[in-house]
């Protein structure tokens, strides 16, 4: 006759809770150390594909974020160049208006020339060498969009700055200063260039705002997908800490469970095994 051991499968039923619940005080444990409530063992297949691209697109975003303000320091070195070649066309306006006066004679014109010069050679200085990363910028060949910037392909506003050296900004005229027709000449040549660098600097601007709007529609959506990334993969560790509680206790009471049946005496078990009479 075959001796069948009745407490074979309390053994065998006991170990596999046992080993069931390790592996899931193991899983919790591994969710509250990473803080990711997917790091466990056969986690939410679904909730971690949906996370991995929604952290894909907060990534796309962070990029298009470090754009933007890499273009805001394009634009405001641009601005500011164009702000300095105001100031020197303000300059040259009233050398002009000074050189077209009939109370003075060529010598002081020729004088006002000079410095009209000079002040010449520093705004096409400026409109030639100005640059950012070593992109120029004045010299007409700089042309960008908003979607470049945020690499998404769509045009938005766009951003054109026309050559601003003297000769562009003076259509090829030359400013000249040493008789009164020539001053005469010289002040309409300046209020077309003044004119010429108002509108660049109101691109600039406007593009700018372009830029200031789509700054805060990026970091607004970067927000809301981080957070929506959060919530699918992020621990709730008041949750899983009272699982970890409850999974401890009844890891005890399965080792206890198991230990009792250990303790059963071997004349107990005889009877267990005798045939019924």
Known sequence: MVTVNPLAGIFSGASSQIQKTNSQIADTIASLVTGNANAQSGGDVASTSVAALLQSQVSTLQQA????????SLTQTAGDAITQQLDLVGQLQQLAAQANSGVLNNTQRQELNTQAQGLVQQLDHIGANTEFNGIPLLDGSYSTNLGAVLGTGNSGVSLSIPSLTAQSLFSGGTIDLKTQAGAQSAATILQTAANTLQAAQTNVGSFS???????ATVESTQFNLAAAT??????DFAQASTAL???NLQQNVQYA???????????????LNKPPV
Not at 65 to 72: E, Y
Not at 209 to 215: M, P, R, S, V
Not at 230 to 235: I, K
């Open 230 to 235: 959060s919530n699918l993969s992020d621990t």
């Open 209 to 215: 705002q372009g830029l200031d709007i789509a700054a």
């Open 245 to 247: 509680s409850q999974l």
């Open 65 to 72: 974020g470090a754009n933007i303000a890499q273009s805001f």
């Open 257 to 271: 469970v198991l230990a009792q049946a250990n303790n059963i005496p071997a004349g107990v078990l005889d009877l």
